[in-house]
């Protein structure tokens, strides 16, 4: 793996660019996210799989940022976007660690006539057959991916498919000066980031892309020309 170039700023937009998308994910489930100097934070307990809390700031302050999150029971989660955290005598353990990555819009002029396997979700039917797909194939017991998410500007969910079957998809969600790609999945095959970083391109000229990824998915992502920028870690009360 390449070997993480931490550039402070460029984790910032990306960190921030992943807060704004992780309000707008709860927005539509009706939780009003908040927030602070350094951090975004949500009163009431968020969707499955998204984090309570997002640092946006390395020295972030924990005590603030724990009494903005429901921590009644287990599962409240934090996303420490610098790795710079230790909430162990909080009640958390680690549950990930992941990599920032990037791509500045240059990468977009490499790939630029992939991408036509790509199509945007725009009706519910689909992104719900997306949904499931992106679940591994089964309903989820509570749906993550609602049909207000269609509606928002700065938000795109985009499909591959095999006659009616999704088998890849991602989110591109555009804030703080750059797209974010996020949920990104491939039932069959490597997921495709040419053709994501194209497509993303297309609808967002001129962006860097931002997003996160580990193990051999970060690794994919790297041999296609997208960087290291550091790590994050996201933690999960027991």
Known sequence: MEQ???????????????????????????IVGEYGP????????????????I??????????????????????SVKD???????TAYGFRVL????WIAGDPALRDRF??????????????????????WGGGTDPAAPVFLPSLLALDDVRVFATFADDDVIAGFVANRAHGCVGVSNAFALDDRF??????????????????VGYESGTDLDD?????????????????V
């Not at 350094?38 to 809390?53: E, F, Q, V």
């Open 4 to 30: 993480s170039t931490r550039i402070p700023e460029r984790v910032e937009a990306a960190a921030r660019n992943n807060a704004a998308w992780c309000d707008a994910v709860c927005r539509t489930h009706g």
């Open 38 to 53: 350094d951090r975004w934070t949500s009163l009431k307990r968020t969707p499955p799989l998204y984090p309570d809390a």
């Open 55 to 76: 640092t946006l700031a390395p020295a972030a302050s924990v005590p603030a940022m724990l009494d903005h999150v429901d921590r009644t029971g287990p599962g409240c």
């Open 81 to 87: 976007s610098f790795a710079t955290l230790d909430l």
């Open 96 to 99: 990930f660690d992941a990599e």
């Open 112 to 133: 630029a006539t992939d991408g036509a396997a790509w199509s945007a979700v725009t009706t519910p039917e689909v992104l719900d057959r997306w949904a499931r797909a």
């Open 192 to 209: 495709d980031w040419r053709g994501c970083i194209a497509t993303v391109g297309r609808v967002w000229p001129g962006l860097p892309i």
């Open 221 to 237: 992502a790297l041999a296609q020309g997208l960087v290291a920028l550091g790590p994050l870690r996201v933690w999960a009360s």
